[in-house]
Structures are given as C-alpha cells and as structure tokens.
C-alpha cells in the first residue's frame, strides 16, 4: 500500500476509533474511569437471605455414605429447611401477597417433608 492510502485510511478510521475509546471509558476520552463505586450495604432482608444460604450450604454438606436413597434424604433435609429459612426472610420482609402466599405453601409442605424424612431415617436405624 501506498503511504497515501495508509493515511486515508488512518483519517478515515481515527473518528471511530476515538468515539469508541471515549464509550469505553465513560465517555471521557484519554481519561481513565473512576473507580466503581462500593455496592449499598445489604438490605436486612439480603443479610438474612445470605445467612440462610450459608447455613444451608453448611448443613447440605454431609458425609455420604454410598447409600443413594440415605445420602439424598439426609441432604434433602437442610435443603428444605434453608427454603424454610428463606421463606421465613420473605414473610419478615416481603409486600407481595403472591409471594407470601408462596412462602407459606414452602414453609407448611417442607416441614411436612422433613418430618416424613426424618421418620424415614429414624426407620432405618439412621
């Protein structure tokens, strides 16, 4: 190519290229963005959400025993309840009548689960 041309085509393409550059950052062309900012402190109704997770996923990690139908029980277990907890959060926080109702239905048909399971268990010696 001719130097000419690699000009044109250089004129022809820096508009773009300094368009883009300022999208990227933030519309401020040659200069960097800021820092993002720190996320809003976790509503209460976050925070409880995040502590049931958690005690969930502590509790769901049993010892397995190689025994399909034991090892799905004893984890189903603290799996329903952290869906108790949560629905628990939701009913302390929670506007929507739908979704309390939900919440509700969780809490009645888990604690139902759970008993059954238990009963299972305690069947079986476990």
């Given amino acids: 190519m001719t130097i ?30 800021p820092a993002p900012s720190a996320p809003a402190a976790d509503t209460p109704a976050t925070k409880a959400y995040r502590d049931a997770n958690a005690k969930m996923h502590r509790n769901m990690d049993i010892p397995f025993s ?9 984890g189903m277990i603290p799996h329903h309840q952290g869906a108790i907890d949560m629905a628990k959060v939701l009913l302390e926080h929670g506007k929507d009548e739908q979704a309390r109702k939900w919440a509700a239905d969780v809490i009645r048909e888990q604690e139902r689960e759970i ?9 079986r010696g476990l």
Avoid at 11 to 27: E, F, R, T
Avoid at 115 to 123: D, F, N, P, T
């Fill in 66 to 74: 190689n025994d399909a139908d034991v090892d799905f029980v004893r």
């Fill in 4 to 33: 000419r041309l690699l000009a044109l085509m250089a004129a022809i393409a820096a508009p773009s290229l300094a368009a883009a550059q300022g999208a990227h950052h933030g519309g401020h062309s040659g200069h960097s963005m």
């Fill in 115 to 123: 008993a059954e399971m238990q009963a299972w268990l305690k069947k």
